[in-house]
């Protein structure tokens, strides 16, 4: 390893994948190399910094401990700074070098062999945006950033394209709540290659936006809000339909999902997905709709990096230029874990990353930069490699639970009873069943302009329950058929209208007419 001033300098193992000439190599690139040789070198700043995201539960001088635990025993001398000569450490790095460094390590990581990676002859990917990572609650982070939010701190926006195979970052943009996801994925575009298929959730079905994605040469795969209408042009063999999006061709297809649990309880849930692939031969409706469940692997890495990394822990800096350093930081020691991760899969065939403990590699990386071990070496994998194939999770079992958490101030705290379980099951049993497309009902009319327009939404509602009486229509179903009122509105309206007698419900989430009015 380096000795002298740069002896600290290092990250245990991961110093293979971030070694010292890619860090020479990014602060020559971003000109941030000290101008005189000093007892804390700017190199050396860097794996300071990526210690300090591998270590978030103690100060600076306990950081650098870490990193200099091990070399007394190898003879060479080390200064012992202070916690102001570390955090002027981190002013001269800047947030410059880490940025690059990040660009350097980011991207898909994955062979297209490997298991779980592709779907036919596209990688997916998948776009998810995160606004629960915690800011110091200073002055300047509150104007850049924004007030406090849900927990009492200002909280940043993190967007990035993920790998879902791998969970690998391929892109990442951060910044203020208030820009919204849409305007950061946009930001991220030019990741996007036409052999990538993009999974994404509701919320990022705006017309330009998916044409943007389109133009890429991308393919996408995502969910429709339930008050987008969708005209039907031509019905496909497999119950999907095409239809249009703007001016943008597309495919539609709609299905329900029973499940049944390992204790006995089902439930149902209704998707309507959105693709670019319209070819039903090729790409079958049941397929689109199983493959669609693999956007939930985002979720997946932004829990290790929030929760198994961070572990739920507000970021360091008061500053907004070292909170924009330290997620740098933190996003290059994620992809640098991922990294080694897929390697270790990788070398022995026919394993899927999915079966890679990520917290087995946290710990072990930890360990190896207390040790100032593995700094460098030859092996194909090295001990995190080893360790992590010693410890490979069981085949991934399909469960399900409930968007629910404790905190009272959480959006899904109050989350209507949906038939989920409040706690993970395993799943017995799932049945995808195609539907078909509903219908296209007939606009509503124009004479009744002088009518109250809750009045309005009310009997045009009468009108769609009247179509099949006999029907228990839930507010998603009715929702869609209007086209220009969301989920949450319709619910508190249709229970407000079966309390004063205009329609009748019959279960927690379902309605029918009263058959006379």
């Known amino acids: ?187 991220l575009l030019h990741h996007l290659s036409p052999n990538m298929l993009v999974l994404w959730d509701k919320g990022f079905d705006a017309n330009a936006f998916l044409a943007a994605v389109a133009d890429t040469g991308a393919q996408f795969l995502g969910r429709l809000r339930a008050n987008r209408r969708t005209p039907v042009l031509v019905r496909l063999a497999d119950g999907s339909y095409l239809s249009v999006l703007g001016t943008l061709p597309v495919r539609v297809v709609e299905a329900q999902i029973a499940v049944t649990c390992d204790d006995g309880s089902t439930f149902t849930g209704s998707y309507r997905l959105v693709t670019t692939l319209t070819d039903a031969r090729r790409y079958p409706a049941g397929a689109l709709v199983g493959l669609y469940h693999q956007r939930w692997e985002h979720e997946s890495a932004y829990f290790a990096l929030r929760h198994t990394v961070m572990r739920g822990r507000v970021l360091r800096s008061g500053d907004p230029v070292g909170v924009e350093q330290e997620m740098w930081a933190l996003l290059s020691l994620y992809q640098a874990l991922r990294t080694v991760m897929v390697e270790a899969a990788e070398s022995r065939p026919g394993t899927d990353p999915d079966r890679c403990g990520f917290t087995i590699a946290l710990h072990t990386a930890r360990d190896l930069v207390v040790q100032a071990g593995s700094i460098t070496g030859s092996a194909t994998i090295g001990v995190i490699g080893r360790r992590i194939l010693a410890g490979l999770l069981p085949a991934r079992r399909p469960r399900v639970s409930t968007r629910k958490v404790k905190s009272p101030i959480s959006r899904y705290h109050d989350r209507q009873q949906d038939g ?91 309605y029918t007419s009263q058959g006379t009015r």
């Open 1 to 187: 390893m380096a000795a002298g001033q740069y002896g600290p300098g290092h990250l245990g193992e991961l110093t293979q994948v971030v070694p010292f000439d890619l860090v020479d190599a990014v602060l020559e690139e971003t000109r941030c190399v000290q101008r005189r040789l000093r007892d804390l070198p700017t190199r050396v700043g860097v794996y300071f910094l990526l210690a300090m995201c591998l270590f978030p539960e103690v100060g600076y001088r306990l950081v650098w401990q870490k990193l200099t635990a091990a070399l007394a025993g190898a003879g060479l001398e080390t200064a012992w700074p202070t916690a102001k000569a570390l955090r002027d450490l981190r002013r001269r790095v800047s947030p410059a070098p880490v940025h690059r460094l990040f660009e350097v390590l980011a991207g898909p990581l994955a062979q297209p062999s490997t298991p779980g990676v592709s779907f036919g002859s596209f990688r997916t990917v998948s776009f998810d945006g995160c606004s629960s990572i915690k800011l110091p609650d200073s002055v300047r982070n509150v104007d850049r950033f924004g007030p406090q939010s849900r927990g009492g701190y200002p909280m940043l926006e993190l967007m990035t394209l993920v790998e879902t195979g791998t969970r690998a970052l391929i892109g990442a943009v951060f910044g203020a709540t208030s820009d919204g996801e849409t305007a950061y994925a946009r930001r």
């Open 420 to 510: 989920r379980p409040d706690t993970s099951r395993t799943i017995t049993g799932l049945h995808i069943s195609i539907l078909e497309p509903e219908p296209q009902l007939p606009a509503a009319s124009h004479d009744d302009r002088h009518t109250p327009p809750e009045d309005r939404r009310r009997q045009r509602v009468l009108e769609v329950l009247d179509t099949e009486p006999d029907r228990h229509w839930h507010p998603r179903d009715l929702a869609r058929h209007l086209g220009d009122v969301t989920l949450g509105t319709m619910r508190r309206q249709l229970d407000r209208w079966a309390r004063h007698g205009h329609i009748r419900k019959t279960g927690p989430a379902t």
